[in-house]
């Protein structure tokens, strides 16, 4: 099984400024990883799919890099309905895994 | 567009077991590979099954082989996870999530989810 290990586990950001989220896998997973958003309450939400291909209707403050085994999404410039819970998922190998999740705060 | 609902969940004792269903309406469910994930309270997301788009190909976390089957009806546009010898862990809200496409097991459709709670 591909361990998935996001960081860090908590950021606090102050809107405006950029975060950075990272996702190692435990091998490579090529291109095959994908972010999601997850607010409180809220179902998840796909973000990036492919390393850095925005989903549907993802704003462009959202990107993703990376390939192989270490892989970076980046939000540009915070907003308010930014602050959530990200998690990143390979889908190169089975089983499907994910990381634990990265809460972003706000500072 | 699309959308997903999830139904079955409820409170049952370890041991026992239930079938979780998901109505799929308004986009080409024979066409899309189909999964479910689960989520423990407070915890982050777990992958749990897959189905192919055709039903023959079936993956599962190492967690519920042999425990959980998931299955599709395509003439009732509904995913299904049989849920059987229900351990604690079990416990979370279940989400059944589309396949962005075939080749591509990312999740670009998800379900409101269904509260699977196991006590004694």
């Known amino acids: 099984e591909i361990v998935v290990t996001q960081s860090p586990a908590t950021l606090s950001v102050s809107p405006g400024e950029r975060a950075t989220l990272s996702c190692r896998a435990s091998q490579s997973v090529s291109s095959n990883l994908a972010w999601y958003q997850q607010k409180p309450g809220q179902v998840p939400r796909l973000l990036i799919y492919?390393?850095?291909t925005r989903a549907t209707g993802i704003p462009a403050r959202f990107s993703g890099s990376g390939s192989g085994t270490e892989f970076t999404l980046t939000i540009s410039s915070l907003q308010s309905e930014d602050f959530a819970v990200y998690y990143c998922q390979q889908y190169n190998n089975w089983p499907l895994t994910f990381g634990g999740g990265t809460k972003v705060e706000i500072k | 567009q699309g959308q997903l609902v999830e139904s079955g969940g409820g409170v049952l004792q370890p041991g026992r077991s239930l079938r979780l269903s998901c109505a799929a309406s308004e986009f080409t469910f024979s066409s899309f590979p189909m999964n479910w994930v689960r989520q423990a309270p407070g915890k982050g997301l777990e992958w749990v099954a897959h189905i192919a788009y055709d039903g023959i190909n079936k993956f599962y976390a190492d967690s519920v082989k042999g425990r959980f089957t998931i299955s599709k009806d395509k003439s009732k546009n509904t995913l299904y996870l049989q849920v059987s010898s229900l351990r604690p862990e079990d416990m979370a809200v279940y989400y059944c999530?589309?396949?962005?496409?075939?080749?591509?097991?990312?999740?670009?459709?998800w379900g409101q989810g269904t509260m699977v709670t196991v006590s004694s």
């Open positions: 999530a589309r396949d962005l496409k075939e080749g591509i097991n990312a999740f670009d459709m």
């Open positions: 492919g390393a850095s």
